[in-house]
Every structure is written in structure tokens, then in C-alpha cells.
């Protein structure tokens, strides 16, 4: 596999089209940082590392729903970067996703995190993905 982390994202995607309650990926450091601001944002309900029944370390993810209308949290994931063709951003460039209504998930110096957290730090970096 020669992007993870585009597997990861189609995952969930696939797991929120499909009305899943919960998926399962395999799990990596960056993965699981995302995963965490998934969480932090309110885009999931919670999230476990666990492993498989080969010892491997997994994701397992609970998709967030609206009780009353059953519609999901998250309405889309778009991979940025990618191993073919990386996207850095510097902190007077860092992308607004819907007017600052989504969020672009980057890796900086200073560890994974928010596009909004990146311009408060005052650092830049490869823009990974936007979730709205």
C-alpha cells in the first residue's frame, strides 16, 4: 500500500455512506493523531486502539449521527497531500476549508494538528487532508 492514510480516510468515508455505526482500520502514530482531532473537533463520538485477532494495532472508530435525523457528522474527507505529490503550506497560506467551517488536518514541527491551531502556533506545514 503506498498511502495509508488515503486508505484510512476512504475507510471512514465508505463506514459513513455505508451508515455504519463503527469502523475498524489499522492503526499508525498519524492515524491515530488524526483520529484524535476527529474527536477533538466532535466529528466522531470516540475512538479505542485495540488489536486484531493477529496482534496488529487497530483503529476502532464510533461515527457520530444526528438522533433525530440520522445524518452524519461528517459530510466529507478529502486527501490533500499525497505521496505523489506533497502539499506544504506556510502559515499566511494555510487553506480555510469552507470558510473555516471544515478543517485541514496538517503536520508540523511541532506535531499533527488543526489549521486553526497551525496559525495560532504560528507554523506551517504538509497539509494532509480537510474534513467538513
Not at 37 to 64: F, N, P, S, V, W
Not at 109 to 114: A, D, F, P
Amino acid at each position: 500500500m503506498t498511502d495509508p492514510i488515503a486508505d484510512f480516510l476512504t475507510r471512514i468515508r465508505n463506514a459513513v455512506k455505508a451508515n455504519h455505526k463503527v469502523v475498524e482500520a489499522p492503526a499508525s502514530k498519524l492515524k491515530l493523531e488524526i483520529t484524535r482531532i476527529l474527536h477533538e473537533q466532535g466529528y466522531i463520538l470516540a475512538y479505542k486502539q485495540d488489536k486484531d485477532d493477529r496482534g496488529h494495532a487497530t483503529i476502532k472508530i464510533a461515527l457520530k449521527y444526528h438522533p433525530e435525523t440520522k445524518t452524519n457528522a461528517i459530510k466529507g474527507l478529502k486527501r490533500v497531500s499525497r505521496p505523489g505529490l506533497r502539499h506544504y503550506a506556510g502559515v499566511d497560506d494555510m487553506p480555510k476549508v469552507l470558510n473555516g467551517l471544515g478543517i485541514a488536518v496538517v503536520s508540523t514541527s511541532k506535531g499533527v494538528m488543526t489549521d486553526k491551531k497551525a496559525r495560532i502556533e504560528n507554523v506551517g506545514g504538509e497539509v494532509l487532508c480537510y474534513i467538513y
